[in-house]
């Protein structure tokens, strides 16, 4: 079996079998790139890519697209490059973690390729995400829910997780079986609590 066809084998291990639609695969065409295109475009050979991923080094692709190719994002190798290497990215990685546990959880979520949810998957904004995942579920329990400063709190959270997190497609809802964060934490939200329409200013 080929390297190609094992990374492929392992990406539905972890994902799931699940069509990809003509929508689906132009949104990943639209929002991520080819594996074999960013490694020519970056000097680096696709089968030594493939390798990493196969021993738990760099992640899965985010993606297959229908036509089989591997979907992975541009900055996929931007972590590594921090870290020193590839074979610092593990420690690197688990390190940016107080609680080592939780640092090795998240190590094990990102070389899964399911951190589709972040337009740019760091420490950082996986740490801002469920922060502002949380935050934004827990604003109907707040004291001074309703009010126009809580109004405004709850607003900025959402802009700001609509900044971090792309549009996600169907194939995301099939694979994580239900609805994203993105459809629970920034649709949702603004629809249930709409803006203040502000009246224009008087002439």
């Not at 390729?113 to 998957?121: A, D, E, I, N, W």
């Not at 995942?133 to 809580?150: K, N």
Request: hydrophobic share 40%; net charge negative.
């Amino acid at each position: 079996m080929s390297l190609r066809q094992r990374v492929a084998e392992r990406f539905r291990q972890v994902n799931g079998v699940h069509p990809m639609t003509a929508a689906d695969d132009a949104y990943v065409s639209r929002q991520f790139v080819v594996l074999e295109e960013l490694c020519a475009a970056t000097g680096r050979d696709p089968e030594d890519v493939r390798r990493l991923m196969l021993d738990r080094r760099l992640p899965l692709p985010g993606y297959l697209r229908s036509d089989g190719a591997e979907m992975v994002p541009a900055d996929l190798f931007a972590l590594a490059e921090r870290a020193g290497g590839v074979a610092r990215l593990a420690e690197w990685f688990v390190g940016q973690w107080a609680d080592p546990a939780r640092g090795a959880a998240e190590w094990d979520a990102y070389l899964s390729g399911q951190y589709v949810c972040l337009r740019s998957v760091s420490p950082e904004t996986i740490r801002r995400k469920d922060e502002l995942t949380a935050a934004i579920s827990a604003a109907p329990d707040e004291p001074d829910a309703g009010s126009a400063a809580w109004l405004d709190r709850l607003h900025a959270r959402v802009d700001e997780l609509d900044a971090l997190e792309p549009s996600f497609t169907g194939y995301d809802r099939l694979r994580f079986g239900g609805p994203t964060s993105r459809d629970t934490c920034v649709d949702a939200v603004r629809a249930r609590w709409p803006r203040p329409v502000t009246a224009p200013a008087g002439r």
